[in-house]
C-alpha cells in the first residue's frame, strides 16, 4: 500500500494551505464573534475551485478525486471551520447528489453554478423532530400532476439564508413509509419559501445556520431528483459522502489546535524551561499527534473506497466517529496546554474547541454512527 501523496495531491494541499493563511486567517476571530458569513472569502473559494472540487470539468468543477477533497478540507478547517463546512456541503451534499442522481437539464441549471461558486447550495432533512431519523419526515411534498406542494419545516439549515438552491427531502407517501419520500430542488425566491430565525450557535459561528418555513410552495416536478420514492435512498447516499466531509473537518481542526499548542508550548517558559520539555506537556503532545494520524488515515481510507467505486459506508461512519471524537479530545488538551491563554479568543483554540463538539452532531450523530458501524460488524 502506498500512503505517498501525488504531486498535484501535495500540489492542491500547499494551495489550500496558502489560502487559508492568507485569505481566512485574518478576521476570523472577528467573524466568530460577530456570527459573520465570510461572504468575501467563499466568493474567492468558488474562484480557486474549492466549492465544486469532485465535479466534472465540463460542469464547471475540478474533476478531482476524494483524497483531494480531504486534503483541501483538511487544511481550510485547520484556520475556520465555519468556511469548511460551506466547502463541504456544496460539495458533498449538493453537488455530489445533484452530479450524481440529477437529470442532465438539472446539472445545466444548477450544477454549473454551483460547482464554480455563483451560487451555493444547501441540504435540507433535518426538522424539529427528525433529525437523523430522514422517515420521520413531516414535510410533505403532495403530487400534484405537473408539481408538488410543499408544506413543512426544516431546522439547523447550512447556508439556509446564503444559499440560491436547496435540496428539501419530503414525504410523498406516508402509507409507504420509507419508500414514499421525495428529494426536491427548490429555488430561493419561490413563494411561500420563507427563511426562519438564524441560530446563536455555539461554534462555527461564522456559517448562516438557520429554520426554512414551505407554506404551499409550489415545486415543478422536472425539480425531483431520480425517481418517486427516491428520496430517503438519496439522503442515505448522499449522508454517507458527508460523512467523509465531516472527519475531514474535524481533522483539520485538530490538526489547527495542535499546532498552536505545539508552537506555544515550545515558546511558554515555566520552572526555567520551555513547558514542552517538561513530561506532563510532552507526554499530551504525543497522544494528540498520534490520534490525528490515526484519524487521518481512517479519513484517507474512506476517501479511498469512494474513489475506488467500494462501499464506503463503514469507513465513512468509521472515519467520521473518531475524527470527531478525536478532535474533542486534541481541542481541550490544546486549551490546557495553553493554560490560561487558551481561554481567550486571541489565541484561536478555544474557538477551535466550540467549532469541534459540531463535529460530534451533524452528518448523523456519534451515536448514529455506531449503528452504522455495529450492524456492518455484526452481520453474519
Known amino acids: 500500500m502506498d500512503f505517498n501523496l501525488t504531486e498535484e ?12 493563511k492568507t485569505e481566512l486567517l485574518p478576521g476570523v476571530i472577528e467573524r466568530d464573534d460577530k456570527q459573520e458569513f465570510p461572504t468575501e472569502q467563499i466568493k474567492k473559494m468558488g474562484e480557486l475551485g474549492f466549492l465544486g472540487m469532485m465535479v466534472e470539468p465540463k460542469y464547471g468543477g475540478g474533476g478531482m478525486d476524494t483524497i483531494s477533497y480531504v486534503l483541501a478540507m ?51 432533512l433535518s426538522e424539529p423532530e427528525a433529525g437523523s431519523d430522514a422517515t420521520s419526515q413531516k414535510t410533505t411534498a403532495i403530487d400534484k400532476g405537473d408539481h408538488y406542494i410543499l408544506n413543512g419545516t426544516k431546522n439547523w439549515i447550512t447556508n439556509g439564508s446564503t444559499a440560491s438552491v436547496y435540496l ?11 419508500k414514499g419520500i421525495n428529494v426536491l430542488i427548490v429555488e430561493k425566491g419561490m413563494p411561500g419559501f420563507e427563511l426562519g430565525p438564524k441560530e446563536n450557535k455555539l461554534g ?18 422536472e425539480n425531483r431528483i431520480g425517481e418517486d420514492g427516491f428520496g430517503f435512498k438519496f439522503a442515505m447516499k448522499t449522508l454517507a459522502g458527508g460523512r467523509i466531509g465531516i472527519a475531514s473537518q474535524a481533522l483539520g481542526i485538530a490538526s ?33 499527534a498520534t490520534e490525528i494520524e490515526a484519524a487521518r488515515h481512517l479519513c484517507m481510507k474512506a476517501a479511498w473506497d469512494k474513489d475506488q467505486h467500494a462501499n464506503y459506508d463503514l469507513s465513512g461512519a468509521m472515519a467520521k466517529l473518531y475524527a470527531a471524537d478525536m478532535a474533542m479530545r486534541v481541542t481541550v488538551e490544546a486549551v490546557q496546554i495553553h493554560g490560561g491563554y487558551g481561554f481567550v479568543k486571541e489565541y484561536h483554540v478555544e474557538r477551535m474547541m ?16 455506531k449503528i452504522v458501524i455495529s450492524r456492518s460488524v455484526l452481520k453474519d
Open 168 to 178: 428539501v427531502i419530503a414525504q410523498t407517501d406516508v402509507e409507504k413509509g420509507h
Open 256 to 288: 489547527g489546535a495542535y499546532e498552536l499548542a505545539l508552537q506555544y508550548s515550545k515558546e511558554r517558559k515555566a520552572f526555567g524551561k520551555e513547558i514542552s520539555r517538561h513530561q506532563a506537556i510532552a507526554f499530551k503532545l504525543a497522544d494528540m
Open 354 to 369: 466550540r467549532d469541534a463538539k459540531i463535529t460530534q452532531i451533524y452528518e448523523g450523530t456519534s451515536e448514529i454512527q
Open 9 to 20: 495531491h501535495i500540489m492542491i494541499r500547499d494551495a489550500a494551505r496558502e489560502f487559508a
Open 74 to 124: 483538511e487544511e481550510i478547517s485547520k484556520v475556520d471551520a465555519s468556511c469548511s463546512v460551506v466547502m463541504s456541503v456544496n460539495n458533498s451534499l449538493v453537488c455530489w447528489g445533484i452530479e450524481t442522481y440529477g437529470t442532465e437539464e438539472q446539472k445545466q441549471k444548477y450544477l454549473t453554478r454551483l460547482a464554480t461558486g455563483e451560487i451555493i447550495g444547501a441540504f435540507c
Open 204 to 221: 462555527i459561528r461564522g456559517s448562516d445556520t438557520h429554520s426554512l418555513l414551505f407554506t404551499d410552495v409550489k415545486v415543478p416536478k
